[in-house]
C-alpha cells in the first residue's frame, strides 16, 4: 500500500479493489481521527452491502450513520447538447447524491442530484474527451465511499451550423500524438463530405439539404490512423418548399396556402407580406396552411419556408393574392335637393375594378349604380322616403361587405294648400294637408308684384301668416322641409288683404255754422267709408263713398278726434291716424274791469268759455285808439291808456280753429293828466331809482309811486323837486307816477313813466339732451326786462361753446360726446349785465364704442368687449347679415354676449352706448364671420413606408355647413433647426390626410377649417417624431471570433440594434445606445444595424464587403430617385371648367399607387410651373383662383412607397374670362 503523502491514489482494500482519486480520500477521512481511519483501511471491505458503518462503529462509536454506496452507476452522452446524463440505484441513508467526473487532462466536474433523486448532469464537458464518473451518497453528516467507477467519451462539438450556407463547423479535444485529423460525413444515400486540419477544428461544406449525416473522426500521429468512430449524427437545412400555392375564399376571407413537401422538414412556416408593410404567418406540420384574419384590400406576397427546429430553409418562390377589398369606409350621402337626384361619396381604395351600388325603399322603389368612381349620383328618387342605401366593392375576384347608409330622399310638398283673411289682425291663416318625408312646413306669402314676403313654419298642418301689408293681393304657396331638403312649393292660392287706412287725412271747421267736414285721398282699393268723431263716451259719424263727409250740428267748446276707416267686402281697415279739431269757443261770460291809475291800465276778469285755448281783450276809446291783451288765464291787464279818455271792453274766446263771438261790453273812463312829464334814472345794480319832476303851483308835497309788474308798490314824497323810491328789485317793470296827493287817481298827476331795471340772474335754468344732433337746448325762466341772453358751456375736455338769444332758451349742437359741460346764463338788458346763474351740468351723447370681437365657434357665440364709459348707463350690441338678419345683446357691464349665430354666417358687429336718455353713435361695423371651430380629437398614426413614415391624420368632423380642412405639417429634418419642413394639403372636405414625412423629422400637425364666414383657428397641435433613418457608415472590424461594429449616429434615435441575419429572420445580437458594439460568432456578410425610437424601427443598414473596400447602399437613394422596382401605369388624365377661376381635374385610379404626384403649369412660353400638388386617395381635384382666360396644362404621376409611374401627356384647359 502507498503512503498518503506521495501518492494522488489510495489502494483501498474492497471488493471492488477501486483506486481512489486522493480528494475523495481525503473527504472521506474527514469523518473522524486518523488512527481508526487508517485501520480501517487496512481492513479489507466484506460482504456486497459496500456499507462501512458496521465496520466502523466498533472503533468509532461517536460517527453517525453513512450512506451505503451508490450503485450501478451509468452515463449517458446528449449529443446534441454535449451533456453526460449520470444515473444509478438508490442507497440508504442518503440525502443527496454528487457525481464527480474527471479525464486525464484533469478536466474535473461534478453535479449533485436535486435531493434524494437518482440522476444529474455533468456540463461544460471537453468534446472528444475520455472522462472517469463515480457517485458519492451524502447524509446528514457522513458520505458513503465513492460507487464503482463508470466511463464514457464525450463527442465531438459542433461549434456552429450555418443553415444559409449549408456547413458544419466541427471542435474536438487534442488527441496526445496526433498531428492531424480527418472529420467524414455520409448519409444513407451515399452522400459524403469531409474535412481535414492540423488544429482541433475543421468545417464540413456544401451539405445537401434535408439530410440526416453521420461524422466520423479519425486521428493521425504520423504513423497510424486511429480507427473510425461515428461521434455524432447531425440533419442539414430542410429543402426549400416548392410550388406553393394561394387560394382566397371570397365568402370568409380565408385565405389557403398548400405547398409540395420539403426534405428534412418538420414544420412549416407561410409568410403574407402586404404591400402596406403588413405581416401575418401561419404555421403547420403538413403541406397546408390557412390565413383566416390578413386584412382586407391590400396584395400580399405569400412564400413557405421549411423548419427541422434548428434550421429553416430560405423563403420558396412568392405568390401575390389579393385579399378581399375593404368595407367601403368615409360614405357620405347627401341629396340634389333640386334635381331629386342622391349623391353618395365614399373613399376610394386602389385595386378596387368597381362598386355597386343598390339603393331601396319601403315602398319598394329601387335605383342600381355601378361604376369604377368614388361617388354616385341616384336619380328619380321618390319623394318622401328612406331609402336604404347598400355601397360593396369589387376587385377582379372578390365582393366586399356591405356598407350601409341610411339617404332620406326630398319631403313630397304638402297638398290641398288653402289660405283665408283673418280681418282684425290682418292676418291670413293658411292650411294644408301633410307630406310624405316633412319634418317641417313652411308657408310663404308673396305679394303679386312681388315686394313683400311674409312666411310661417312649424311641425303642424297650419299657420298663420301675420304682419300682411294692407290692400295688397298676396300668393300663397307652401313647402314641407326635412334636415337637407325643401319640396317644391305647392300650386299658389291668393288672398287679398284689409283695405289700407285712408291716408292724408284733413278736417275743415266752419266755425260759424258748426259744421265739420272731413277729406282724405282717393283709396281704389276700398268700396266705402266711414268716419267717426268722437269726445269722451260720445261720437259723431257719417259715411261716404267718396273722398269727403260732412259731420253737423257740432256744440261750442268741443274737441273732438277724428278717424276714418276703409271698407271692403265686409272688412274694414284699421282706422287712419287719428286728426283733432275742435268747435268754436262758447263766449265768455262774466266779464268786468278795474281802472290802475297808476300804470294808467284796466284790469278785466271773466269766467271760463268752454273750448277755449285763449283769450283776446280788445279796449276801443271814441276816437279808436285801442289797446289790447291776450291771456290763457281769466285776467288780463291792458296796457298803455290814455288820459281822461272813455275805453269800450270785449272779451273774445279763441281756440285753433275757431274764436268765439265777442262776450257783453263794458266801459271804463280813465284819469286826467295834470302835471308834466317826469325822468326817473337808477345804476345797473342799484336798489333805488331817483325820481325827478317839476314843481307846480298849488301843491307842497309831492308823492311819487312805482308800481311794478308784479303789482308790488314803492312809495316814496318830497316837498321838491326829487325823491328816491328804494327797495327796488331786479328784473323789474316799473311804472312811476308822480302825484300831488295820495289820490293817485286826481287830477293833480303826471302822465304814466316806465322803466326797467337791470335783469335778475337767470333762475330755473334747465338742460334738455338733443340725441339727432348730439347737442342741448337750455331754457330758463322769462326775464320781463331782459332783452337777451347768454350762455356758455364749458366741457371738460376745455371745448367752450357760446349761445345768445332773446328768448328764453338756446340750442348748441354738435358737442363732443361724451363729456360733461358746466353751463352758465347771463340776462342783458341795455348796458346792464346780470350776474351769471348757477352753474348746471350737463352730460352729452356717449361717444362711439369702440370695442372687440371674439366669436366662440362652440357656443355659436360672439361677446363684444369694451372700455367702461362713465356717463353710459346701459350698451347695446347688434349683429346683422347682409340679408338684415338681426341678432343683439344689451347689458350694463363692459361685454355683452350674442347667442345663436349661425355657423358659416358673416356678420357686421356694432355696437351703442346710451345713458338712459340718448343713444351714441352706433360704432362702424366690423365684420367677423361665424367661422368653424377647429377640428377637435386630431389623432395621428403612422406607417414605416420605406426610409420615410407616412403620416395619417385624421379628425372629429366639425358641425358646421359646407366645411372644408387644410392640414398643415411643419418640422425640423433630420432634427435640424437650419432643414425646415412646411407641407400643407388642400383643401378637402374629408376628416383625413396622409402625408409622406422623411425619417428623423420631428413633426407638428395641426387642421384648419373653412367655409364661408372664413377659416377657424388651428387645432391644438399635436406632435411627434418619425423612424430614425438608418444608421450609415457601417463598418465591421475583426473577424467572427470577435469584432466591432460601428455606424454614425442618426438623428432622433434613442437606440441601436445589431442583428445577426440568417434564413429565420433576423436574430438580435446587441442593443446600445453607443455608436459601436463587441460581437462574436459573426460574419460581416450577416451583420445589420437598425435605429430606433418611440416611432419605431428603422430599416436596416447592411455591412457590405468586397476587395477590402465596402460597397454604397444605394437603396435609400433609389427610393428618393423615383427610381422604378414593379412599375406603375401612368394614370389617364381629363379636364372640365370647374366653377369661377378654376379647374376640375379627374384620372383614372392606378393599381398600387399609393398617391399621385399633379404639376400645373400655364401654357404660355415660358413655361411657368405653378403648383405641385401631392394627393392621397382621390381620383380627382379642383384647381382654385387661377387667372382668368389663361390656359393651363396638367400631367399626372402615379406614387407608391417603392416607384413612381412616367407622367401622362400634358392635358390643357382654358379658364374662363371671370369668376
Not at 1 to 28: D, E, I, T
Amino acid at each position: 500500500m502507498q503512503n498518503l503523502s506521495n501518492s494522488p491514489v489510495l489502494l483501498l482494500c474492497s471488493p471492488g479493489q477501486a483506486l481512489l482519486p486522493l480528494f475523495l480520500v481525503q473527504k472521506w477521512l474527514d469523518l473522524g481521527n486518523a488512527a481508526p481511519v487508517a485501520h480501517f483501511l487496512h481492513t479489507p471491505v466484506h460482504g456486497g452491502s459496500g456499507c462501512f458503518y458496521s465496520r466502523l462503529s466498533p472503533l468509532l462509536p461517536q460517527v453517525p450513520q453513512v450512506p451505503c454506496v451508490p450503485t450501478d452507476v451509468s452515463v449517458v452522452m446528449d449529443c446534441d447538447t454535449a451533456e453526460a446524463h449520470v444515473s444509478w440505484n438508490a442507497s440508504n441513508g442518503a440525502m443527496y447524491y454528487t457525481a464527480y467526473a474527471w479525464s486525464p487532462t484533469f478536466d474535473f466536474l461534478s453535479c449533485t442530484s436535486n435531493g434524494p433523486v437518482t440522476n444529474c448532469i455533468l456540463s461544460n464537458l471537453t468534446c472528444g474527451d475520455d472522462y472517469t464518473v463515480q457517485v458519492v451518497a451524502d447524509g446528514h453528516e457522513c458520505s458513503s465511499l465513492p460507487s464503482q467507477a463508470a466511463h464514457f467519451r464525450t463527442v465531438i462539438r459542433v461549434t456552429h451550423l450555418d443553415c444559409n450556407t449549408s456547413s458544419i463547423q466541427l471542435q474536438w479535444t487534442q488527441i496526445e500524438g496526433s498531428i492531424s485529423y480527418t472529420a467524414e460525413a455520409s448519409t444513407p444515400g451515399g452522400l459524403i463530405s469531409n474535412c481535414s486540419s492540423n488544429n482541433t477544428h475543421c468545417e464540413l461544406r456544401g451539405l445537401t439539404c434535408g439530410q440526416t449525416y453521420s461524422v466520423r473522426m479519425i486521428s493521425y500521429d504520423g504513423v497510424c490512423h486511429s480507427t473510425e468512430r461515428t461521434a455524432l449524427h447531425v440533419a442539414s437545412a430542410p429543402c426549400v418548399p416548392d410550388q406553393p400555392e394561394a387560394n382566397l375564399n371570397c365568402g370568409s376571407g380565408v385565405i389557403d396556402v398548400s405547398w409540395q413537401p420539403s426534405r428534412g422538414a418538420v414544420v412549416y412556416t407561410a409568410v403574407a407580406q402586404g404591400n402596406g408593410g403588413f405581416a401575418s404567418t401561419c404555421s403547420s406540420n403538413s403541406t397546408v396552411c390557412e390565413f383566416p384574419d390578413l386584412l382586407c384590400g391590400l396584395t400580399y406576397s405569400i412564400s413557405v419556408t421549411a423548419s427541422d427546429n434548428v434550421c429553416t430553409s430560405a423563403q420558396s418562390h412568392s405568390v401575390l393574392l389579393d385579399t378581399v377589398p375593404c368595407q367601403p369606409q368615409g360614405i357620405v350621402g347627401e341629396m340634389e335637393c333640386g334635381s331629386h337626384m342622391g349623391v353618395v361619396s365614399w373613399k376610394h381604395e386602389t385595386a378596387i375594378v368597381s362598386y355597386l351600388v343598390h339603393a331601396s325603399s319601403s315602398y319598394g322603389d329601387e335605383i342600381r349604380w355601378d361604376g369604377p368612381t368614388n361617388s354616385c349620383r341616384l336619380p328619380n328618387m321618390h319623394c318622401g322616403q328612406a331609402y336604404n342605401v347598400t355601397i360593396t366593392a369589387q376587385d377582379s375576384q372578390c365582393d366586399s361587405q356591405s356598407a350601409f347608409l341610411e339617404l332620406h330622399s326630398v319631403p313630397c310638398p304638402p297638398t290641398n294648400v288653402q289660405a283665408s283673411l283673418i280681418c282684425p289682425s290682418n292676418s291670413a291663416a293658411v292650411t294644408w294637408q301633410s307630406a310624405s318625408g316633412a319634418l317641417l312646413y313652411k308657408a310663404v306669402g308673396i305679394t303679386v308684384d312681388g315686394t313683400h314676403m311674409v312666411y310661417c313654419n312649424g311641425s303642424e298642418t297650419h299657420c298663420k301668416l301675420k304682419d300682411l301689408l294692407c290692400g295688397r293681393t298676396y300668393n300663397v304657396s307652401s313647402l314641407s322641409t326635412d334636415h337637407m331638403c325643401s319640396s317644391e312649393e305647392t300650386a299658389f292660392t291668393q288672398v287679398h288683404t284689409a283695405p289700407c287706412p285712408p291716408e292724408a287725412v284733413d278736417v275743415q271747421m266752419d266755425c260759424s255754422s258748426g259744421v265739420l267736414t272731413v277729406t282724405w285721398a282717393a283709396n281704389p282699393d276700398a268700396e266705402s267709408f266711414h268716419v267717426r268723431a268722437t269726445r269722451g263716451g260720445d261720437s259723431l259719424s257719417c259715411n261716404s263713398t267718396a273722398t269727403s263727409c260732412s259731420i253737423r250740428g257740432l256744440p261750442c267748446g268741443s274737441s273732438y278726434s277724428v278717424t276714418v276707416t276703409a271698407g271692403r267686402d265686409g272688412c274694414e281697415s284699421q282706422p287712419s291716424t287719428a286728426v283733432s279739431v275742435s268747435s268754436a269757443p262758447c263766449v265768455p261770460e262774466g266779464e268786468t274791469g278795474n281802472l290802475d291809475c297808476v300804470t294808467n291800465s284796466a284790469w278785466v276778469s271773466w269766467l271760463q268759455a268752454n273750448g277755449a285755448e285763449s283769450y283776446f281783450v280788445l279796449a276801443v276809446d271814441r276816437d279808436g285808439a285801442n289797446s289790447s291783451c291776450s291771456t290763457t288765464a281769466q285776467h288780463c291787464n291792458v296796457p298803455d291808456l290814455l288820459c281822461g279818455a272813455t275805453y269800450t271792453f270785449h272779451v273774445t274766446a279763441v281756440n285753433s280753429f275757431c274764436r268765439s263771438g265777442p262776450s257783453n261790453t263794458f266801459q271804463i273812463q280813465t284819469a286826467p293828466c295834470a302835471l308834466t312829464s317826469i325822468t326817473a334814472d337808477t345804476d345797473c345794480n342799484s336798489s333805488q331809482i331817483k325820481v325827478n319832476w317839476q314843481l307846480n303851483e298849488g301843491s307842497s308835497l309831492y308823492v311819487a309811486t312805482a308800481e311794478g309788474h308784479d303789482q308790488s308798490i314803492l312809495v316814496c314824497n318830497s316837498t321838491g323837486t326829487s325823491c328816491d323810491l328804494t327797495g327796488v328789485k331786479c328784473g323789474m317793470q316799473y311804472t312811476i307816477l308822480v302825484s300831488g296827493s295820495s289820490d293817485k287817481c286826481s287830477s293833480m298827476r303826471s302822465p304814466p313813466h316806465k322803466m326797467n331795471t337791470a335783469p335778475c340772474v337767470p333762475q330755473n335754468v334747465s338742460l334738455e339732451p338733443l340725441c339727432d344732433s348730439s347737442g342741448m337746448k337750455a331754457s330758463w325762466s322769462h326775464s320781463v326786462v331782459a332783452e337777451s341772453y347768454s350762455l356758455v358751456a364749458v366741457g371738460g375736455d376745455g371745448d367752450v361753446r357760446t349761445c345768445t338769444s332773446t328768448t328764453n332758451n338756446c340750442t348748441m349742437s354738435h358737442l363732443h360726446c361724451g363729456q360733461l359741460y358746466n353751463v352758465s346764463i347771463t340776462a342783458l338788458a341795455g348796458n346792464c349785465v346780470s350776474l351769471a346763474s348757477q352753474q348746471v351740468t350737463f352730460h352729452t351723447v356717449p361717444c362711439e364704442v369702440d370695442f372687440s370681437v371674439a366669436v366662440q365657434c362652440n357656443t355659436r357665440t360672439a361677446t363684444l368687449s369694451w372700455a367702461k364709459n362713465h356717463e353710459s348707463l346701459k350698451y347695446f350690441a347688434v349683429a346683422q347679415t347682409d340679408d338684415g338678419y338681426t341678432l343683439h345683446c344689451d347689458t350694463t357691464g363692459t361685454s355683452c354676449t350674442i347667442q345663436g349665430l349661425i355657423c358659416g354666417t358673416v356678420y357686421n358687429f356694432s355696437a351703442q352706448a346710451s345713458d338712459g336718455t340718448c343713444n351714441g353713435s352706433l360704432s362702424v361695423p366690423v365684420q367677423r364671420g361665424a367661422v368653424p371651430c377647429p377640428p377637435a380629437n386630431v389623432k395621428k398614426r403612422t406607417h414605416l413606408m420605406g426610409i420615410a413614415t407616412l403620416l395619417m391624420t385624421s379628425w372629429s368632423s366639425v358641425s358646421c355647413p359646407n366645411v372644408s380642412y387644410l392640414v398643415q405639417v411643419t418640422g425640423n429634418i433630420q432634427n435640424n433647426p437650419q432643414v425646415l419642413m412646411e407641407v400643407s394639403s388642400y383643401w378637402t372636405d374629408r376628416n383625413f390626410f396622409e402625408f409622406p414625412v422623411p425619417c428623423s423629422t420631428s413633426y407638428n400637425v395641426d387642421i384648419l377649417a373653412q367655409n364661408s364666414a372664413g377659416t377657424s383657428e388651428p387645432s391644438q397641435a399635436i406632435n411627434g417624431i418619425t423612424v430614425p433613418c438608418p444608421p450609415m457608415d457601417v463598418t465591421f472590424t475583426g473577424d467572427n471570433l470577435s469584432a466591432t461594429v460601428a455606424w454614425t449616429s442618426s438623428a432622433l434615435s434613442t437606440e441601436y440594434t445589431v442583428y445577426k441575419l440568417s434564413s429565420e429572420g433576423r436574430v438580435p445580437v446587441c442593443r446600445t445606445s453607443d455608436l459601436s458594439c463587441q460581437v462574436s460568432g459573426l460574419l460581416a456578410s450577416y451583420v445589420a444595424v437598425t435605429a430606433r425610437n418611440s416611432a419605431g424601427e428603422s430599416i436596416v443598414s447592411r455591412v457590405l464587403t468586397g476587395q477590402n473596400r465596402r460597397k454604397r447602399d444605394l437603396r435609400g437613394a433609389k427610393m428618393l430617385a423615383g427610381m422604378t422596382l414593379d412599375e406603375l401605369s401612368v394614370p389617364e388624365v381629363r379636364v372640365a371648367h370647374g366653377e369661377g377661376l378654376s379647374v376640375l381635374v379627374e384620372w383614372s385610379p392606378v393599381r398600387g399607387a399609393m398617391s399621385y404626384t399633379m404639376i400645373l403649369s400655364e401654357d404660355t412660353p415660358p413655361q411657368v410651373m405653378k403648383e405641385v400638388l401631392y394627393i392621397y386617395d382621390q381620383t380627382s381635384a379642383v384647381l382654385r383662383d387661377l387667372k382668368p382666360a389663361t390656359r393651363y396644362c396638367v400631367i399626372l404621376s402615379a406614387k407608391n412607397s417603392n416607384n413612381q409611374s412616367a407622367y401622362s401627356k400634358p392635358v390643357c384647359d382654358t379658364t374662363g374670362v371671370s369668376g
